[in-house]
């Protein structure tokens, strides 16, 4: 049989990495349950409005979706105070990543990013035929004048994950602000804020209300966090509606399924289970850090809803040592971070599990 070779864009490419199943981990080591602490998802579960709307539309699972996403743009058309064709919605915000890459980049563009950051920025980049210029992250966090130098006549788009995933951390909203306003305004700036309702720092800049001012901004939020839709797979766009227009070209027809739609309507309705999840994110996530630097570890300044803790090759056995414990957190190695590992800040249960590991291995291994 003759090989069919696939597009030369795959080459080398690694499809992401989305782990053993926790029905596996639990017959591996014997654990009855585990705590989840891997992928960022938002542990109070959603609001009970969300599971209300998919018990009354479950009866319209025969029909098909409005192509339009007709009441969840409305809906978010009010919250945003934002016209409704400057919206895009998509199978999560991933898909409004993809859409924005197929629409806009040609062979051989530059695309600008942090060298750690969400690796979906890059993959569909490369799909496409562009290039990925990364930039490293300074003290962890975005280097913004870096990222402007990168700048080429190549240059197609950048991003900005802020706050940045995997690392939690902000840019200044006075830096962020003027790097925006640098950027020529034949390049696309991409902010990616899937985390921004969990900030409670005042140097944060959400950037929806510039796009009046900036055409070429486009505004990534989903539904896959705080609103604890990740099941579902809603997130949405926010851009000059130019630029809607054409990902609308690009997008699928019935992207975004019925139920996710009545979901995210409900969801975004319960702004006091958003408020309350995210008052609960920030006085575990500063006993978390409290805790750690305790037990001789230097997480990271988050301001979303996990830490990235830096690590000792050393310390690698820790992650058998969560395992064994019924944890599950996400092990990586970044530029500048030989060995780390992502953590999701939890319920209080799941965080005392967290640390009693983290305490009994730093008697062993930090001094």
Request: with cysteine; charged share 20%; proline share 5%.
């Amino acid at each position: 049989m003759s090989r069919i070779n696939p597009r030369k864009e795959l080459e080398g490419m690694i499809p992401y990495q989305v782990g053993e199943s926790l029905e596996e981990l639990k017959k591996r080591y014997g654990v009855a349950e585990f705590y989840k602490m891997s992928d960022n998802e938002n542990p109070y579960g959603t609001s009970p409005l969300v599971k209300e709307a998919i018990q009354k539309y479950s009866s319209l699972v025969h029909l098909y979706p409005d192509g339009n996403s007709s009441l969840i743009v409305n809906a978010l058309s009010e919250y945003h105070q934002q016209p409704v064709d400057r919206f895009v919605i998509g199978n999560g915000s991933d898909e409004v990543i993809r859409l924005i890459a197929r629409a806009y980049i040609n062979s051989g563009d530059e695309a600008v990013m942090a060298d750690a950051t969400f690796p979906r920025y890059q993959t569909n980049v490369l799909l496409e035929g562009g290039r990925a210029v990364t930039v490293p992250l300074k003290n962890g966090i975005h280097d913004l004048g870096a990222m402007q130098e990168a700048i080429t006549e190549s240059t197609k788009m950048v991003f900005v994950c802020n706050p940045n995933n995997p690392t939690g951390t902000i840019t200044g909203k006075l830096e962020l602000y003027k790097f925006i306003d640098s950027i020529p305004e034949n390049i696309l700036i991409i902010v990616d804020e899937a985390y921004a309702e969990y900030v409670t720092s005042i140097d944060y800049l959400e950037t929806v209300q510039l796009i009046d001012k900036y055409p070429n901004l486009v505004v990534l939020r989903t539904f896959s966090k705080i609103y604890g839709l990740a099941g579902l797979r809603i997130g949405y766009g926010v851009m000059h509606p130019d630029i809607a227009a054409e990902l609308k070209k690009a997008k699928d027809v019935f992207n975004v399924n019925h139920l996710a739609e009545m979901a995210a309507v409900a969801a975004l309705s319960d702004q006091k289970f958003v408020s309350a999840s995210a008052a609960n994110n920030h006085s575990e996530r500063d006993h978390l850090i409290s805790e750690l630097h305790s037990a001789g570890f230097a997480p990271l300044p988050s301001e979303a809803n996990f830490l990235f803790v830096p690590l000792a090759k050393s310390q690698e056995s820790i992650f058998e040592a969560f395992l064994k414990s019924g944890i599950l957190v996400k092990m990586m190695s970044l530029p500048g971070f030989s060995l780390g590992m992502r953590v999701t800040i939890g319920q209080k249960e799941a965080n005392e599990a967290f640390l009693r590991v983290i305490n009994s291995f730093a008697i062993e291994r930090v001094v």
